[in-house]
């Protein structure tokens, strides 16, 4: 079974493709929209010639702020076979080893040398860099490229990447939530395809997204959210296809009691308010309502994940009456008491077994520069 | 009922799980006729089993009542058969996510071992995925699909019974994921490489000792490899509970009428809602290396 060659293009980089640029450890989503300027890490380019690139391509930013896709196999070899020391007794910080000014440098920018050319140019001029140990050397290395790297990657959005896009920019738009707790919940929810799937978050749609990517447009979910609408911007940064919208359906909580009371009116009124467009957009809403409704009623959820801002206990014991017996609900909250509160309250009413509450850490190994 | 797709009632043929009480629980085949011992007694399937919701609160013949649970990837992880170390769910989820796995991902994995990680991936890669699994063993590579079969899921795996190292996975370009749980992964990269899709894709290495996890980023950078990145992820299980914690007593500040040398036994105490973390640290399982094939 061979890929077909010529058939890629869901590979590549299309106009209006929701997509993220990376730059070592810093990414950030974009849409691509050609003729327009986009910022990212203090640098101001266009997007346009990433447009028919494939996903992963990672391009330098060239004077005029376009991109330009950058050759493969160019990793400096400026660790091989080179001059190291031994250790640093002998080597004094005294900040004059750098023989180039900032002038120099700057002229070397405006002269056109790439990132990559700058940092060996840096390396020359040091009178230090020989003596420091190849460890010292590789950290000196990345810290310089850090500083003067010109290249964006441009990556396809996925939970991964979004997730740690988040919790780097915005970890407060996302309740804190680390990617490796993500992870978790993702998989301990059981999230897949064909599953009814409730989620009740105040971490910008970043958790509604990850979980609409793990059920691939297959199933439903209903988006429970607390306030005057949901809120889906993290989740629109995953550029799912439109089919996918139609799985999605939005509750607002205020009306959960009605539901579950068998109360919620969901009937069309003959309202006199304002004209036929207001008509038109309030029977949208009441439609999407009785939809949204229709789901829920059943109280046969397949799984539950709520991570949000607000005290979990309520909130859960609330949205646990629809979760259908022997599945599996995930609660996230940054904060511990309230979760101990959640089980203990659990545990006093009954009906939920192998309740377990835990967090999750990740540490990150370092390897040599290759 | 199958790993991929959940249903309401048990039939017969079913794999349910026995939920026994305080985290002790184990795997059942639902047959007409057959019995299960428990500890509370015995579970006869076809009055007990067969016909009843997931879920369903069974009481067995001495008394004592169990759960019946539909089966998920993570439950199978607890209770399934070991012919060799498994990953747990904690491992499994980052490797989920890090790899980038959604329905309709093609995955290669090696070796299958006791199916722990595949019956995770199958799940989240069903309907439209596709896993192809390598086992050097024989034996384990038939049970692992005769399990696969048992466990509605057949349909989306092809076990094969080679030597990744020698072999390969026995596809090349379609892979979306490729993940090596082997002795000498840095033997298999370049395999790996080749399964992938030329366009590129996602890899992962589990390692338990650091030098193989350097053999193995070594390997994959020479192969082009880039986003390397090793990690360990670990999960702090808290226990919850209510402790009692008496107050000091300090005595009065009032100088005593009637001086004595022994205070008056004070009983306050205070009742705390809290957790406290296990006897023992939560153990090294392996090192996790991902990486990014790139495009070429």
């Not at chain 1, 290395?141 to 964006?152: A, G, T």
């Not at chain 1, 969901?266 to 999407?288: F, I, L, N, P």
């Not at chain 1, 089980?343 to 967090?359: C, F, H, I, P």
Request: proline share 5%.
């Amino acid at each position: 079974m061979a890929d077909n060659g010529d058939n890629d293009s869901q590979h590549r980089v299309n106009e209006g493709d929701y997509v993220v640029l990376k730059r070592g450890d810093i990414y950030k989503a974009v849409q691509i929209q050609k003729k327009k300027k986009t910022v990212f890490e203090k640098q101001w380019f266009f997007l346009d010639n990433a447009v028919g690139e494939l996903y992963g391509t990672t391009f330098e930013v060239v004077t005029g702020g376009t991109l330009q896709p950058r050759k493969p196999k160019c990793v400096e070899s400026s660790a091989d076979a080179k001059e190291a020391g031994t250790d640093n007794r002998n080597i004094l910080d005294d900040g004059k080893s750098q023989k180039l000014t900032r002038d120099d440098i700057e002229t070397l920018k405006e002269q056109g040398l790439k990132g990559q050319e700058i940092v060996q140019q840096l390396i020359e001029n040091s009178t230090t860099f020989r003596d420091k140990t190849e460890f010292a050397q590789e950290k000196y290395i990345k810290k310089k490229k850090k500083k003067y790297e010109n290249s964006v990657m441009v990556l396809r959005p996925s939970c991964r990447v979004l997730a740690m896009m988040y919790h780097g920019r915005e970890p407060g738009k996302i309740c804190h939530l680390r990617y490796d707790t993500l992870a978790q919940m993702l998989t301990l929810g059981n999230i897949h395809a064909g599953s009814k799937v409730l989620v009740f978050e105040t971490c910008a749609g970043l958790v509604l997204g990850a979980v609409m990517e793990r059920m691939g447009g297959y199933g439903s979910v209903v988006q429970m959210y607390p306030g005057g609408g949901p809120v889906r911007a993290g989740m629109e940064s995953f550029g799912f296809p439109s089919h996918f919208h139609d799985t999605l359906h939005e509750f607002p909580i205020c009306h959960v009691n009605a539901l579950l009371a068998g109360a919620l009116d969901t009937e069309a009124k003959d309202k006199d308010a304002g004209g036929q467009e207001k008509k038109v957009k309030m029977e949208e809403k009441r439609k999407k309502l009785a939809a949204a409704a229709a789901v829920l009623e059943g109280r046969n959820a397949d799984g539950l994940v709520i991570a949000s801002r607000f005290h979990p206990c309520p909130v859960l014991l609330g949205l646990i009456k629809f979760l259908a017996p022997s599945r599996p609900f995930v609660v996230y909250s940054q904060y511990k008491e309230p979760l101990i509160e959640c089980y203990t309250k659990l545990r006093e009413q009954g009906g939920a077994v192998s309740l377990r509450l835990t967090d999750s850490w990740i540490r990150h190994y370092q390897h040599p520069c290759l | 009922m199958s790993f991929v797709e959940y249903s309401e009632f048990i039939q017969e043929g079913d794999v349910a799980i026995i939920f026994l009480g305080h985290d002790s629980m184990m795997p059942v085949k639902v047959q007409q006729g057959a019995q299960t011992q428990t500890r509370y007694g015995v579970i006869r399937h076809s009055k007990d089993l067969i016909g009843q919701r997931f879920g369903t609160k069974v009481t067995c013949s001495k008394g004592g009542w169990v759960y019946v649970l539909h089966p998920t990837p993570e439950l199978w992880t607890l209770n399934l058969p070991h012919r060799t170390q498994i990953l747990y769910t904690t491992d499994i989820a980052n490797i989920t996510m890090m790899l980038e796995l959604k329905p309709g991902s093609v995955v290669c994995e090696s070796g299958t071992g006791s199916g722990s990680l595949s019956h995770a991936i199958l799940r989240t890669i069903a309907p439209t995925g596709h896993l192809h699994t390598v086992e050097f063993h024989q034996q384990r590579a038939e049970k692992a699909a005769e399990e696969f079969r048992e466990h509605r899921v057949g349909h989306l795996v092809t076990v094969r019974n080679q030597d990744v190292c020698k072999e390969g996975f026995g596809v090349t370009g379609v892979a979306d994921a490729v993940f090596l749980d082997i002795p000498s992964p840095w033997e298999a990269v370049k395999h790996a490489k080749n399964a992938m899709k030329r366009q590129g894709g996602r890899v992962c290495s589990f390692s338990p000792c650091i030098e193989q996890v350097q053999k193995t980023v070594e390997a994959l950078a020479d192969e082009g490899f880039q986003e390397i990145s090793t990690l360990e992820v670990l999960l702090r299980v808290h226990d919850v509970r209510s402790i009692t914690l008496p107050l000091p007593d300090f005595g009065s500040d009032q100088p005593l009428e009637t001086p004595t040398d022994t205070p008056v036994p004070s009983n306050a105490s205070v009742l705390c809602k809290t957790t406290t973390p296990p006897r023992d640290m939560a153990g090294h399982t392996g090192y996790l290396t991902f990486a990014t094939k790139p495009s070429v």
